[in-house]
């Protein structure tokens, strides 16, 4: 009798033992399954955010004081690059196009004698509305919206098809 009692709780803290190891086991495999959980949520929300950022509208001012001596002007809107082109007709809006090449991403130059953007990387060519003049770029330029307002023209990060 003294005998099954020793035995018992021998038996009892095995069992003890295993369930520990087990319950280890199992807790460690849900720490390494969750883990990366927060890092991924971490950065879901972040480029979401990044996503949501426009750049604010940019008053250009007067077109005539804009554009005095010159029909192309360089500006900055967000992180992109922008020559505004004066339009041809007084009542029309100028035109503005985002200086990235539609092939790999180059800034092109505008030619004013040629009337044309160019990329040096690949040889690449714009027309002055910024369709392709010649490849390897298939996409034309992306354009944004200016816009005649009572402040003077305004350039929105809104891309238009050109
Ligand atoms: S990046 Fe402009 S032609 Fe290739």
Redesign the pocket.
């Known amino acids: 009798m003294t005998e099954d009692m020793t035995e018992q709780p021998t038996l009892s803290e095995a069992q003890e033992e295993r369930r520990r190891f087990a319950t280890l086991l199992l807790g460690g495999a849900l720490i390494a399954y969750a883990a990366p959980f927060p890092v991924v949520l971490w950065q879901y929300l972040t480029a979401s955010a990044a996503r949501r950022i426009v750049a604010e509208p940019k008053v250009l001012g007067n077109p005539s004081t804009l554009f005095a001596g010159t029909e192309a002007v360089f500006t900055k809107l967000g992180s992109k690059n922008v020559v505004v082109l004066r339009a041809e007709q007084e009542q029309d809006a100028p035109k503005a196009l985002h200086l990235r ?6 800034t ?1 130059e505008w030619q004013p004698n040629r009337r044309r953007f160019v ?1 040096h ?4 060519e714009f027309h002055a509305d910024g369709s392709v003049a010649k490849l ?2 298939t996409q034309p330029l992306e354009r944004l919206l200016v816009k005649h307002e009572a402040r003077g023209l305004v350039l929105y990060d809104v891309a238009l098809e050109p």
């Not at 090449?101 to 180059?106: D, E, K, P, R």
């Open positions: 090449c539609t092939h790999a991403g180059c092109v990329c990387c690949h040889g690449g390897p770029p």
